[in-house]
């Protein structure tokens, strides 16, 4: 079985600076994904940004960005001039490649709560 | 639809009575997904469909918890005799065709805003 941890429960940062959230897992799997997903007060969640584990280089989106460290098991974002409107809760995820067409359940951390400070 | 419905919103009910959550996934998704959090807690999976069927119930904590999917499309979560632990946000997610399909695109799950479920 997998787990994803997240030891950072909440974090604040004031708006424009950089903020950095933590995740580490555990697998035996070679193959498989990492997410980070967004879940503001809406309940919502929104993806962020995903990486594949076969790649070598971090994935980006904007001012979002990932330390994707596979030896490590370790799976940060940073989020560079973050505004208000980052203000959320943020979860890593894990889902292992499916040996064939189809789809694997996603496990979740348990969450870091972002504050962005005005 | 332009997202994934869910309702009701929020259900209080008393312990001991059944249930019905419902989730509608953005129309042509045939992968749907239900979750439940907790308060303090991440996502814990319950149970999957692709199309119709379900591949994986893993999740399910109990016979109490049961899920269908009709015509590939709306999925009931039924809870009967609801206890206490099971208060928390139900939340349903869709996807096209999997979440890891072989187009990039289809490897996005669609979350519902939740349904939350307050057992007194």
């Known amino acids: 079985a997998q787990t994803v941890t997240q030891s950072q429960p909440e974090m604040s940062v004031q708006e424009a600076e950089t903020v950095t959230l933590s995740c580490t897992y555990d697998?035996?799997?070679?193959?498989?994904?990492l997410f980070w997903y967004k879940q503001p007060p809406s309940r919502q969640m929104i993806l962020v940004i995903r990486q594949e584990a076969y790649k070598q280089q971090n994935a980006t989106e904007n001012r979002f960005s990932v330390n994707f460290q596979k030896a490590a098991k370790s799976f940060s974002l940073k989020i560079s001039d973050s505004q208000l409107g980052d203000t959320a809760m943020y979860f890593c995820?894990?889902?292992?490649?499916?040996?064939?067409?189809?789809?694997?359940?996603?496990?979740f951390g348990t969450g870091t709560r972002l504050t962005i400070i005005p | 639809g332009a997202g994934v419905s869910q309702s009701p919103s929020n259900k209080v009910t008393e312990k001991g009575k059944d249930v019905e959550l419902r989730c509608d996934p953005i129309?042509?998704?045939?992968?749907l997904y239900w979750y439940r959090q907790s308060l303090g807690q991440g996502l814990e999976f319950l149970i999957y469909f692709q199309g119709n069927s379900a591949p994986d119930k893993s999740g399910l904590p109990s016979d109490r918890f049961s899920a269908e999917r009709t015509g590939g499309s709306v999925s009931t979560l039924t809870i009967q005799r609801t206890q206490q632990e099971d208060s928390a946000v139900y939340l349903c997610?869709?996807?096209?065709?999997?979440?890891?399909?072989?187009?990039?695109?289809?490897?996005?799950?669609?979350f519902g805003q939740g349904t939350r479920l307050t057992v007194v």
């Open positions: 129309s042509g998704h045939t992968a």
């Open positions: 697998t035996s799997e070679n193959n498989y994904y």
């Open positions: 997610a869709s996807s096209l065709e999997g979440l890891l399909g072989d187009s990039s695109s289809n490897t996005e799950a669609f």
């Open positions: 995820a894990f889902m292992k490649r499916p040996p064939n067409f189809g789809n694997e359940k996603l496990t």
